[in-house]
């Protein structure tokens, strides 16, 4: 199962041992409520981050009936961690691209934390990159195609490929990179909101960690 880590330039973080985002009822009164905490599970868990266990009920907007009665949300509750090293100002949230940035805009708007996603230049990546195996590109301005996927070896060099992202916008790329610490081949993508997603099932957490790591230090951050 894919995994995705959102990579964060980190302004400000509030290292408290626990810390639960009030709720403003009168906003769910109808239709239940949200929770938002983070609880500091380890100091220096590896690579000098701090883990933090995290729940998010992150909303989703869809009108519906359910015992009788109409809704037009519902919340889904997700638990995942996040990791904050503070000497580099940097965060990796560990779960679905859309539920992390609703989650950063959630924890931002209490002023105790300030997160950015960091911002991804494609064509300053390709260089570092040994073969992009394959690329996404979303908001073309055709009538019947609005997204496109392209697939092949250095796909982001074909004349299609170079044609449609001067039409749009590339919303992500994907690869085979293989780590300098493990010397193992792992299928990873990089999306232009900032996510790491990881294809390959990982022993442990710290693997994951170390490959996502390495991955925004060798490919990410040159670039910033």
Request: hydrophobic share 40%; aromatic share 14%.
């Amino acid at each position: 199962m894919a995994k995705a880590y959102l990579a964060c330039n980190t302004f400000k973080f509030h290292t408290i041992q626990s810390y639960m985002i009030p709720i403003q009822e009168e906003l769910f009164e109808d239709e239940g409520s949200s929770e938002i905490k983070l609880e500091l599970k380890h100091i220096d868990f590896h690579l000098d981050f701090d883990q933090y266990l995290c729940h998010h009920d992150f909303m989703h907007k869809k009108n519906g009936r359910v015992f009788g009665k109409n809704f037009t949300y519902y919340f889904e509750p997700l638990n995942f961690y996040t990791y904050f090293k503070s000497a580099e100002d940097l965060s990796f949230i560990q779960t679905k691209t859309d539920a992390a940035l609703d989650f950063i805009k959630r924890i931002n708007n209490t002023k105790l934390y300030n997160l950015e996603p960091v911002k991804i230049d494609f064509t300053r990546m390709y260089p570092l990159i040994t073969e992009v195996g394959g690329a996404w590109i979303a908001d073309l301005n055709r009538a019947h195609l609005k997204t496109a996927g392209f697939f092949g070896p250095n796909v982001h060099k074909s004349e299609e490929f170079i044609d449609a992202a001067a039409e749009g916008n590339v919303s992500s790329i994907r690869m085979k990179y293989v780590s300098h610490k493990s010397k193992e081949e792992f299928s990873i993508a990089i999306s232009k909101k900032g996510t790491i997603v990881l294809y390959d099932t990982i022993e442990t957490i710290e693997q994951e960690l170390d490959l996502v790591e390495e991955i925004y230090q060798t490919l990410i951050k040159p670039h910033l």
